[in-house]
């Protein structure tokens, strides 16, 4: 019987002034563990008049966690943060009660051509944190544990597995682990996993049972501990997941909370401008009329 529970595979979203492929939330699995967004921004070129320009957007309840394999994104947020991303570091921004940021292409770089490809994911906050203070943290790869798997390199972006850790300071258990082969591989790594899992294909691909799976699908597992697959020559995959919450999280543009009365505060204080403002920023986004995220099941 197949350890697969899902089969998801990425949809187009506008975010503006780009598509990305959206891999959660998705209406028959809205988070995987304490993961509750995911997109799949790029691989996109972009000329020397086409830059990235996300203006000040605020959140609550979560943690974002960038992630790029080419390119670099400027960080501003409320806190006074000014930090520039590059292939391989995480920015980690917890949101807590609230905060603003914006993310730019930086200014070395607006005049010239270049490539923007990486993930951008959303952790949820256990609901006793949900009103914390908010932090910033930014991890530079020498942070995060990297070791060999019978030929497969493994990174421990996240959190706690196979007895490592990481640097990014989680809130609950979980892990976000980076894989990638040059030969083909048959690993059994379920014992190292626990909570909810899945997998992402980012390149090459995996074979499961018998059945090959390519780029752009997300498998969820039915159970964590039995996580066992081929990866195959050139491969890049991620596994992620943790230990689930007890109550569902409802969804609204950038807000994450456990309940409704926290969304509608948060909407309410954008709209009347009384989210902390980010230092020499300019710029509003609008709170949207609807949300496509997708409410909890009842």
Sequence with gaps: MSNINL????RPSDIGNFLVGRLLPFREKRMVGPFSFIDHMGPAALNDHENLDVGPHPHIGLSTLTYLFEGSIMHRDSLGTVIEIKPGQVN???????IVHSERTPDYLRNSEKKLHG???WVALPKHLETMEPTFA???EDEMPVWDNNGVQIKLIAGEAFGKKSAVPVYSPLYFIELKSKEKTTLNIGNDLYGESAMYILKGSV????NTYNPKQLLVAKEASLCEFTINENTTIYIFGGE?????RHIYWNFVASTREAIEDAKQRW???EFPSIPNETGYVPLPKQSNNFKPKK
Aim: aromatic share 6%.
């Design 92 to 98: 980690w921004m917890t949101a807590g009660k609230g």
């Design 138 to 140: 930014h991890i530079t």
């Design 7 to 10: 089969i998801i595979k990425e």
């Design 119 to 121: 993930l951008q994911i």
């Design 244 to 248: 689930p919450f007890d109550e569902p």
């Design 207 to 210: 074979t499961i049972e018998g």
């Design 271 to 273: 709209e009347a401008k």
